[in-house]
């Protein structure tokens, strides 16, 4: 038995060690171990200036049809490019008429979404980068000014890479040497490839956005500074760090993916999109979020253009410029022709120049607003949030919503209201008096979750500010429970809704059917 154990152990150290002399040393780009000398001159945005970037898919081939048809033959797309022809990563034309139409769009940046895994250098990843650098430098010689060029990683390389030597996956530990020198030669080797010139820039630091770190087996506190200590050491520049809420470590800046399904607001950075319909994407759960003939994204971006621009997040991330299997995208396409890119360019001006809008509506200057299933008044309760799912349920001679379990959000159940953002939105931090008309059954205590101006007292900046909590006292009758709400802001930060119903305990099974908010 002894023998068994050594001989695996020493099989599992060869692996380990196999898999680790694996990384490559060298870069597969020219623009490595730089100076300061080579930024010297680079076009910069500064923190808090107004810029609008997009995430950009180039993984698409017509040669082969890569990301154009399924496995099975069918149609990959939910929405189309206006022609499969000349569609292509290795296409220079076609990366310069995404650039164009860019430029035309109002957009001062994009991040083409990366999935490169470290030696795999054949691949659409490494070998599309190339042809947009050609394709940027075309534009540059006729005179225009295409957007500058960061780095979106997809971190899902963390998890599915086929990097070991007979296919199959490692799963990468952000924790371990040798799994952080496999994340940090990824984005080593993709700014190899892209002339410093070229880089979009914060204060001079080239942009990186992160992907969800959900794909990581485990991660490190501290591997956002490992991160900028050794991108110094071979660019003679620290990175711009854009993460999700989900990575450990402090960034420059946080985001959120999702910006399609709803409104992402975050202190710096805000996420939006058209909508969502991953209908041809095979294997996945049935998700649309309608366009609506282009209002849900004009709606969107009147919410962020309501904000004072003092207050209000300075960079946009448009979700996506092309990606067409999830139907995100703005680009030129078959069912919507140019429409998206003539709206970005308007609302692109007026972010620029920090126009403000001021929401009116049948609200404004009303006392109070309810709601009441089926009945909206200025309030309305929200669907598409995970940990917010509800059923309609007649109880007791009351129609009402009751929360109901979510795969995988089943230890956390809310109800999310939105607020007309003519009764209130962004104002100046006055106080409100909520009445929440419930079932006293169900779970052990509820308490409410706003979003307000009081940035120490919740986490995001005040986005989800609580209350006291009600106790439940079991009775099964109907109650009602008052919160005060100091100091609101109303800007649709918690989750893309104003408020919600933290429902505690028990079966977590709260039934509402009313909701009255009243200024004080």
Request: charged share 20%; net charge negative.
């Amino acid at each position: 038995m002894q023998k068994v154990l050594t001989f695996l152990i020493v099989v599992v150290v060869f692996q380990s060690a196999a898999a680790e002399s694996d990384l490559p040393q060298t870069p597969p780009g020219q623009y490595f171990a730089l100076s300061a000398k080579d930024h010297q001159g680079a076009q910069t945005f500064q923190a808090g200036q107004p810029v609008v970037g997009t995430s950009y898919f180039y993984w698409y081939d017509v040669d082969s049809k890569a990301h154009i048809f399924n496995g099975d033959g069918s149609d990959a797309f939910t929405t189309h490019p206006p022609t499969t022809k000349g569609l292509s990563y290795k296409s220079t034309a076609w990366h310069q008429t995404q650039l164009r139409d860019m430029i035309e769009a109002g957009v001062d940046f994009l991040v083409p979404v990366y999935w490169g895994i470290p030696g795999k250098y054949s691949r659409w990843s490494f070998a599309g980068l190339p042809p947009l650098v050609k394709a940027h430098d075309a534009l540059l010689d006729e005179g225009l000014a295409p957007p500058a060029i960061g780095l979106f990683f997809d971190s899902s390389i963390l998890r599915h890479n086929s990097f070991q030597k007979d296919g199959s996956n490692v799963h990468v530990d952000l924790s371990t040497e040798w799994g952080f020198d496999y994340f940090y030669t990824s984005i080593r080797d993709y700014f190899s490839l892209i002339p410093p010139d070229k880089w979009a820039r914060v204060d001079g630091k080239p942009i990186l956005f992160l992907y969800t770190a959900s794909f990581s087996k485990q991660q490190s506190p501290n591997q956002f500074d490992q991160l900028r200590r050794r991108f110094q050491a071979d660019f003679s520049v620290e990175p711009f760090i854009v993460k999700m809420r989900d990575w450990q470590g402090t960034a420059d800046a946080v985001y959120q993916w999702g910006g399609s399904v709803r409104l992402q607001i975050d202190s710096q950075v805000a996420a939006l999109g058209p909508g969502y319909d991953h209908t041809a994407v095979p294997g996945r759960k049935p998700l649309v979020v309608e366009r609506n003939n282009g209002k849900t994204y004009v709606d969107r971006w009147k919410q962020l253009l309501q904000l004072h621009p003092d207050r209000r997040p300075w960079m946009i991330h448009v979700e996506t410029w092309n990606e067409w299997h999830e139907g995100t995208d703005i680009a030129e396409s078959r069912e919507y022709g140019r429409t998206y890119l003539v709206l970005t360019r308007l609302f692109a001006d007026l972010w620029h120049t920090k126009t403000q809008t001021t929401p009116h509506g049948k609200f404004s200057g009303s006392r109070q607003v309810d709601w009441k299933p089926g009945m909206p008044n200025g309030v309305t309760v929200d669907r598409n949030i995970a940990d917010g799912a509800w059923s309609l349920r007649r109880l007791e001679d009351f129609a009402a919503v009751v929360s109901q379990h979510h795969e995988g959000r089943d230890q956390t159940r809310y109800l999310y209201f939105s607020v007309d953002d003519s009764f209130a939105f962004d104002r100046s931090g006055e106080d409100m008096e909520l009445e929440v008309h419930y079932l006293d059954a169900g779970c052990q205590s509820l308490s409410v979750q706003y979003d307000s101006f009081d940035t120490k007292s919740s986490v995001r900046d005040g986005a989800f500010r609580s209350t006291d909590t009600q106790e439940i006292q079991g009775s099964g009758q109907w109650s009602m429970a008052k919160f005060t709400l100091p100091a609101c802001r109303f800007a649709n930060r918690c989750n893309g809704a104003d408020l919600r119903i933290a429902i505690l305990g028990g079966e977590r099974e709260l039934a509402v059917r009313r909701v009255v908010l009243c200024r004080k």
